[in-house]
């Protein structure tokens, strides 16, 4: 199957600096990417949509100032979270989508844990 | 805009035996996917099963089935012959059937254990 990777699996920063996630589709193309942010035993919230040379589309509650996300190319989409605080830590995954093989399939990556001290 | 409802928090099961995960949706439209995914402990997200809302047919994996009630718009998974490595996190999951980008819908999940 398709494999998605994300870099790093885990990251402890200082409240303050930006850290910037990996998100990358290694045997396939992907158009469209998405982000993703989950607590301890809870849903997959829904961050943003990605798509490859535009600009991401967020949802509603989520601020782009603070989650910067590129997806410069078919096979790697960033999310940068800047200036980071303690409530920013998190679970973040990505998911890309494939544009050939199984239809509206989406392929996870295996998160990141981001801890903001 | 779609929901997806998980109503029972937790599950157990008794290794061998067969249980079933609960997911309800709604949704105004006639085409669309619904998935169950496993998140287990390492919290990487698994595609369990998938269904197309056209078809008629319940899916099934392996050990995994699904129940597709379209008009009660009911999509239940049963797990056969429960293993130790089932023990997991569930989410049922609702995609447009329309536009390339749809995104996925997921419920609030349940957490299957299972007693050896």
């Known amino acids: 199957g398709a494999v998605v990777s994300q870099h790093p699996s885990w990251v402890i920063c200082k409240s303050g600096t930006s850290v910037k996630i990996e998100c990358r589709s290694l045997?396939?193309?992907?158009?469209?990417m998405f982000w993703y942010r989950q607590f301890p035993k809870q849903s997959l919230m829904l961050m943003a949509t990605?798509?490859?040379?535009?600009?991401?589309?967020?949802e509603q509650g989520v601020e782009k100032d603070k989650f910067l996300i590129n997806h410069a190319s078919l096979t790697l989409s960033t999310l940068t979270v800047t200036s980071a605080h303690p409530e920013d830590s998190s679970f973040y995954i990505c998911s890309a989508l494939t544009v050939t093989g199984a239809p509206n399939e989406q392929f996870f990556g295996p998160g990141t844990r981001l801890t903001v001290l | 805009a779609q929901t997806v409802t998980q109503s029972q928090p937790e599950m157990s099961v008794q290794e061998a035996e067969t249980v079933t995960l609960s997911c309800t949706y709604d949704?105004?439209?006639?085409?669309?996917?619904l998935f169950w995914y496993k998140q287990p402990p390492s919290r990487q997200m698994i595609l369990v099963i998938r269904?197309?809302?056209?078809?008629?047919q319940n899916a099934t994996e392996n050990r995994f089935s699904v129940n597709f009630q379209k008009a009660a718009k009911s999509f239940s998974l049963k797990i056969s012959d429960s293993q130790l490595g089932d023990a997991a996190m569930y989410f049922c999951a609702y995609r447009s059937y329309s536009g390339a980008n749809s995104k996925l819908t997921f419920g609030k999940g349940i957490t299957l254990s299972v007693r050896p």
């Open positions: 990605s798509n490859e040379g535009s600009k991401a589309t967020y």
């Open positions: 269904q197309e809302a056209y078809k008629q």
């Open positions: 045997d396939f193309q992907a158009t469209t």
């Open positions: 949704t105004s439209e006639s085409d669309y996917y």
